[in-house]
Each structure stands twice: as C-alpha cells, then as structure tokens.
C-alpha cells in the first residue's frame, strides 16, 4: 500500500515561499516518478513539477519554472517542492502523486497514487 502524506500549506502574502512536504517510503520514491499537482476551484488538476531520482531528471511547469524546486530528503523518505515568488494565481489544494506507468508525466492519468492535498492560498 502506497501511502503520500502531504503538508506544509498554508496563507502567504504575494512575494513569499512555502514548501510543501510528501511524507512516503524510501521504495515509492525510487521506484517510481514523483510530481506535483495543484487544482484551483472550477478548475482542472495541473501539473507543477515531476522528479525521476534514478536518473536525476526533473520537470517543471512553465508557469513555476525557476520558482518552484523538487527535492528529496532521504533520511526523512521525503519529497518536497519550494516555492518561492508565490503569486496569486499560485492559490490552490496542491497535491503529491507516484507514478509507474510510462510518460508523459505531466498528465494525471499516469499517476497511480495520491495524496489527500494541502491548500495554499497566497494573497496579494
């Protein structure tokens, strides 16, 4: 059984960071592709940033792209995303997943299991 944690959400003002936090095991992580999603209301699930640790290759969004970063903790079993120069348009319930079908991973579809979301609302 998959399990992803996530937390770290929370209010900002326009300008500032969070990071969020995916709390999984050692063998999701490395086995499969980790991203990030985010929804806003009346809208539909985005992709924000996908990680393959095995081959050290990343994904981003050109919307986060050199704001947000994905990284691991690997003591902690951890995935995180930074996320500086929040904007408000960044507002909404982001949300880890773990995929182990092929690409492309910037879809939903291929994401197998997810995280129950934290909201992130920045204010401007």
């Known amino acids: 059984q998959v399990q992803l944690v996530e937390s770290g959400g929370g209010l900002v003002q326009a300008g500032g960071s969070l990071r969020l936090s995916c709390a999984t095991s050692e063998r999701t992580i490395s086995s499969n592709v980790m991203g990030w999603f985010r929804q806003a209301p009346g809208k539909e699930r985005e992709f924000v940033a996908a990680?393959?640790?095995?081959?050290?290759?990343?994904y981003y969004a050109d919307s986060v792209k050199g704001r947000f970063t994905i990284s691991r903790d690997n003591a902690k079993n951890t995935v995180y995303l930074q996320m500086n120069s929040l904007k408000p348009e960044d507002t909404a319930v982001y949300y880890c997943?773990?995929?182990?079908?092929?690409?492309?991973?910037?879809?939903?579809?291929?994401?197998?299991?997810w995280g129950q979301g934290t909201q992130v609302t920045v204010s401007s």
């Open positions: 990680v393959i640790w095995r081959i050290r290759t990343t």
């Open positions: 997943a773990a995929a182990s079908k092929p690409p492309p991973w910037t879809t939903p579809t291929a994401y197998d299991y």
